[in-house]
């Protein structure tokens, strides 16, 4: 059974700092993987895509990598803002397009 | 930009009673998902719908639940006899073709008393 893990669950940090979010998954045979952040009470927002023949995706200052065979992704994010402050969160998906999400990250970026 | 549209953004109902929530997804979209986040703990997968039935189902999904898409526009949850343990944020997804990109709408809270 699939299992999505991020680490770590919570982070804080100062304005201008770059940073990385983990994720891992214990079934390699995924389709794709996807990131989304969510503001508090609020839909997911998606943020990359990454399809499982790809290494790295880019948009703007996040920058997604992906190693399917050892079961990791990780979200970077370049040049932290206060606006980044949400929860981040990891999703890996089948072909049919289901997708089991892992826990999220919390990321508070002080001013 | 387009986006997928739900409805009510809360709802309030008395446990044992049927809940609906509805749902438009993004146009052109061909698959459709329902999710759920009880407060606190991870999004879960419910149910994916394509070309008119369901293509997947997790253990969440039991006789209690369906889904519809009643005309070319609405794709439907419906509880039939509501739980308290039901209460959760439901949202709804849709995407394009197989494997691309998974759009989300802003959930509707259900709260079951």
């Known amino acids: 059974k699939q299992e999505v893990t991020q680490i770590p669950a919570a982070l804080s940090v100062p304005e201008g700092e770059n940073l990385v979010l983990n994720c891992s998954f214990t079934?390699?045979?995924?389709?794709?993987l996807q990131w989304f952040r969510q503001d508090p009470g609020k839909g997911l927002t998606s943020l990359l895509l990454?399809?499982?023949?790809?290494r790295e995706q880019t948009s703007g200052r996040l920058n997604a990598s992906l190693d399917k065979s050892s079961g990791r992704s990780t979200l970077y994010i370049a040049a932290s803002q206060p606006g980044d402050s949400a929860t981040y969160l990891c999703?890996?998906?089948?072909?049919?397009?289901?997708?089991?999400f892992g826990q999220g990250t919390e990321l508070s970026v002080k001013p | 930009e387009p986006e997928v549209t739900q409805t009510p953004s809360h709802q309030v109902t008395q446990m044992g009673q049927e809940v609906i929530l509805r749902c438009v997804p993004i146009?052109?979209?061909?698959?459709f998902y329902w999710y759920r986040q009880i407060l606190g703990q991870k999004v879960e997968f419910l149910v994916s719908?394509?070309?008119?039935?369901?293509?997947?189902k997790s253990e969440i999904f039991d006789d209690q639940f369906s889904v519809e898409r009643p005309d070319g526009s609405n794709f439907t949850l419906k509880i039939r006899s509501t739980k308290l343990e039901d209460s959760a944020m439901y949202f709804c997804?849709?995407?394009?073709?197989?494997?691309?990109?998974?759009?989300f709408g802003q959930g509707t809270r259900l709260t079951v008393v």
């Open positions: 997804a849709s995407r394009g073709e197989s494997g691309t990109e998974a759009f």
């Open positions: 079934d390699s045979a995924i389709y794709n």
């Open positions: 990454i399809q499982s023949s790809q």
């Open positions: 999703a890996v998906g089948n072909q049919g397009g289901k997708l089991i």
């Open positions: 146009s052109n979209h061909l698959y």
């Open positions: 719908f394509y070309n008119n039935e369901i293509s997947e």
